[in-house]
């Protein structure tokens, strides 16, 4: 009985404990009613979107990933514009532009009246500050008194990768609307460059204000303006009432960017209602979002490659070319793209994606057939891969847009290739050491899984970057042609896109004729949205851009 | 007392300088290279060779640790290779997360752990105490992972009563003084947003406490039933002294030592377990922080995060050490 009494006191405590908490939280309840009521008449529309991680940080000349571009791409803009779902490039903040007949010369002809958001108005000063702060040499000239501009923190690294201190002599401000970058070279790619988040135009005063704090206070000219940013939780932006172009958005009043790292709790928050666009969830949640009538599923084939390469600084993969081939009708790859894209993809015939201009059509793409591989592995001197030995065969550790699970890929791989007689043993390392050991071609190495992710939809960036081995020994695919690298030259030498067009699909069928690599996929993107989520296109570049986008 | 706990911060400077080393070490031993992780496919020698001039890591590794000495000194923790961010600033912002998640776990884990506990020991052999010696069993051996999900699927998801991720809704607007949000709502007066701080960390504390509550009530449990068979536990008895005073103000506090270092220890285990926590709940704090930054070899973050870690962890044992002394007067402190 005695017991009885002390317990009973005991749990008087802890319940008289939870009233006080309960009454504090609900005298805040009251209050908070009120609050909420406010707050509705004042904030008409948030669009939540969640996704994967935080934002490393929001100067676009710095930044290389996708979920600081993402943020990046509401705030600024850049001299041209891509369509809104595709490459092609349309007037930005440049109205038109002029190249000079040796394709040498650009003259871009700026919007007059735009203004950053904190007031700085735009013009080419701001342009030469912008993308002239990148160079190495800093070959520039204001119209105005213009800016000191600051050292570079760090190399500038889409600048660098894009080579475009090898490219861009000079940038000269000629009047207050009219910008001309001079070329040292003839680059075709050049003007799809210029609309990459990293030549994104920004407010040179805000700059100047704290050079070392900008990454974190970002002003630009785009339909909304940056708040506030809880590091690792969310970043605000709010929408730019004063924006320049009247004929459409930006609609939403605000707009919360939530890192959510787990795919499945993001998921859950959009079933919720709590968040209304979920990047990347789990291939399995797709399912389920397809019989959730509250929700949509905005999809986009990305504008990427997963494939498989040779060790082409060693025999017999250098020159044995029934070799090559025997290897590319001996994988199923639709089984690959089915069971472990689990439907996100589309199978690759030629290593670009089928959105590009230069895609070649004509391409037949390797089948998957094992006798035909057979044939080819005993007309390459391997019958029934007698004589090959244990070959390695180099799979990814980590998850990339364009390559869901290597090791998976890798298994399947090398479960097709033990059908036609070739034992293939998978080694993987850790992501920063497979790219470096990759990058050395060694002898340990037979075949490698890689892949790409465009930055500008030409054709270029693709087909030049990965295989030209002769360009460059930074080339991922070290296959040495002349003749491919001379199409390749051509092509950056020519600025007529029809030529242009031509010229890749001609190193298309060299690809298919010489088996240099093995396409193996593109990857779909697929992010599930509330059903009241309208005009939200995916952008094959990864981009979000919410200009346009409304709450119905 | 005051000597002793002087004494036992300065001790941490070589405690500190042994961290750092070691972990120096670690890093530079495990393959893997920044540089090339931030560039990715696209990197080339000559951007991997600029990047990491910019970043010193192409000088020798004892000039590496040295300049990290000497910034140490001057309180700089330096600059985060990812962010580019002070890695203090990042701190600042995560840290108090990660304290007030722990904390609020390790209060829910006392709290239900030591009445547990000591009914589980006054019962001994009852219903009670067979049904919460399981539940602590199985508390012990849930993984995080999936009990997170559990619960966000049963109260948010079904019942709608819980916020399921982060730490304050998207609608609440609160000025941050210490990061520490229960505590910035209550300064600035903002109902609202303590209500919505507190609803939010309920799961993630509750998820975090299940293992320390399960360790502390089995420890309370064991602890008390020795003390429960001591002869002054019976003379109280015999005095005429209620149940009450008995088992709390006699038992209790003799059973509490254990208990205590027990506690401190979990308080290491709960930082580690806020590592799968913070993910799932999508909990700005450094657990994550800490897993990407190996997983990207942000070495600097590495650097600085274990540092204050085991700042932290050493001055809790210095506090289990201090609390000692006020449970029991007999342990002084020397």
């Known amino acids: 009985m005695k017991k009885g009494k002390f317990l009973f006191k005991f749990w008087l405590v ?151 201190d090898k490219t861009v002599g000079s940038i000269e401000a000629v009047d207050e609307n009219t910008v001309v970058f001079k070329l040292k070279r003839v680059e075709a790619p050049f003007m799809a460059n210029m609309g990459m988040d990293f030549a994104d135009i920004i407010s040179p005063t805000a700059f100047m204000k704290n050079p070392k704090e900008f990454l974190r206070n970002p002003v630009g000219t785009g339909p909304f303006k940056f708040v506030k940013w809880v590091t690792a939780d969310r970043i605000i932006l709010e929408k730019n009432e004063n924006y320049w172009d009247k004929s459409g958005g930006p609609y939403l009043d605000k707009v919360v960017f939530r890192s959510i790292p787990e795919n499945s709790v993001r998921f859950l928050e959009l079933k919720t209602g709590n968040i209304h ?269 919410l200009k346009n986008v409304s709450l119905k | 007392m005051l000597a002793y706990i002087s004494r036992r911060i300065l001790i941490l400077i070589p405690t500190l300088l042994g961290v750092s080393i070691i972990v120096f070490v670690m890093l530079h031993i495990t393959p893997g290279d920044p540089a090339e992780l931030l560039l990715g496919e696209r990197a080339t020698e000559e951007a991997l060779f600029e990047l990491r001039e910019h970043l010193g890591l192409n000088e020798p590794l004892y000039v590496q640790y040295g300049m990290f000495l000497k910034r140490l000194m001057k309180g700089d923790l330096g600059v985060t290779i990812w962010t580019r961010q002070k890695v203090w600033t990042e701190i600042k912002h995560r840290f108090p997360a ?42 012990v051996s849930m993984p995080i992972f999936w009990l997170g999900l559990i619960f966000m699927l049963i109260f948010s998801l079904n019942l709608g009563w819980l916020p399921i991720s982060g730490r304050l809704s998207v609608d609440i607007d609160l000025e941050v003084i210490t990061n520490f949000y229960i505590l910035d709502a209550v300064l600035t007066r903002n109902w609202a947003a303590l209500k919505d701080a507190v609803w939010h960390i309920i799961m993630p504390a509750v998820t975090l ?22 002869d002054y536990i019976k003379t109280a008895k015999a005095k005429g002294l209620s149940n009450f005073t008995v088992t709390f103000k006699h038992a209790l506090r003799n059973a509490l030592i254990p208990v205590v270092t027990t506690v401190g220890l979990q308080f290491g285990v709960a930082l580690g377990g806020a590592i799968l ?37 050493v001055v809790i044992n210095l506090c289990v050490d201090v609390l000692y002394a006020v449970i029991n007067p007999r342990i002084s402190v020397q």
């Open chain 2, 98 to 139: 990660t304290i007030e998640l722990t904390l609020a776990a390790l209060c829910i884990a006392c709290f239900f752990g030591i009445i547990f506990g000591i009914i589980s020991a006054t019962k001994q052999y009852s219903v009670f105490d067979y049904v919460s010696m399981i539940g602590a069993l199985a508390g």
């Open chain 2, 209 to 230: 406490s299940t293992i320390p509550m399960a360790i502390v009530a089995r420890m309370t449990r064991s602890a008390m039933l020795e003390v429960l068979r001591q």
């Open chain 1, 277 to 545: 666009i979920c990047q990347f969830p789990n291939p399995a949640d797709i399912e389920l979002a397809k019989k959730d009538s509250n929700l949509i599923l905005p999809t986009q084939p990305g504008m990427n490659i997963g494939y498989l390469s040779f060790n082409h600084t060693k025999e017999p993969w250098k020159s044995n070319l029934n070799l090559r081939k025997a290897i590319a009708h001996a994988i199923d790859r639709k089984a690959i793209v089915d069971n472990i894209y689990q439907g996100m993809g589309q199978t690759a015939k030629n290593p670009i994606p089928p959105t590009m201009w230069g895609y070649n059509q004509n391409v037949p793409g390797f089948k998957y057939d094992p006798e035909l591989a057979k044939k080819f592995l005993s007309d390459a001197g391997y019958p029934d891969g007698k004589g090959l030995g244990e070959i390695t065969l180099w799979s990814m550790p980590v998850p990339r847009p364009y390559n869901p699970d290597g090791r998976k890929i890798g298994e399947a791989m090398s479960a097709d290739l033990a059908k036609v007689g070739i034992k293939a043993k998978i080694v993987t390392f850790e992501w920063g050491t497979y790219l470096k050991r990759q990058r050395e071609q060694p002898e340990d190495m037979d075949l490698f899984q890689l892949g790409w992710t465009g930055d500008n939809g030409d054709p270029d960036n693709f087909l030049a970057v990965l295989f030209d081995g002769l360009a460059s020994s930074s080339i991922r695919t070290q296959w040495h042609n002349e003749k491919y690298h001379e199409l390749m030259v051509n092509g950056r030498q020519t600025v007529d896109q029809a030529k242009r067009t031509k010229i890749y699909e001609e190193a298309l069928q060299l690809i298919y004729d010489e088996c240099p690599v093995i396409s193996i996929a593109h990857s779909t993107v697929i992010w599930p949205s509330l059903k009241n989520v309208t005009n939200f296109k995916l952008h094959p570049t990864g981009s979000v851009r």
């Open chain 1, 14 to 164: 802890g319940l008289a404990t939870a009233l006080v908490i309960f009454g504090i939280t609900s005298c805040g309840e009251k209050k908070e009613e009120a609050k909420v009521e406010e707050a509705k008449v004042i904030e008409k529309t948030t669009l939540v979107f969640g996704r994967g991680g935080d934002s490393v940080g929001l100067d676009p000349a710095y930044e290389t990933d996708g979920n600081s571009f993402m943020v990046c791409d509401n705030i600024y803009e850049a001299l041209v514009f891509y369509a809104d779902e595709s490459t092609a490039l349309e007037p930005g903040l440049a109205e038109s532009w002029d190249i000079s007949p040796d394709g040498k010369t650009y003259t871009f002809h700026l919007r007059k009246g735009v203004k950053f958001h904190d007031g700085t108005p735009f013009n080419a000063d701001a342009v030469v500050f912008s993308i002239g702060r990148m160079m190495k040499e800093r070959n520039v000239k204001f119209v105005g008194k213009g800016w000191e501009i600051p050292a570079q923190e760090r190399p500038p690294e889409y600048w660098v990768s894009m080579e475009m």
């Open chain 2, 277 to 313: 926590t913070e993910t799932i709940f999508a909990w700005p704090g450094v657990g994550k922080w800490m897993y990407d930054a190996v997983m990207q070899r942000d070495y600097m973050v590495i650097q600085g995060g274990t540092l204050i870690i085991a700042a932290v962890f």
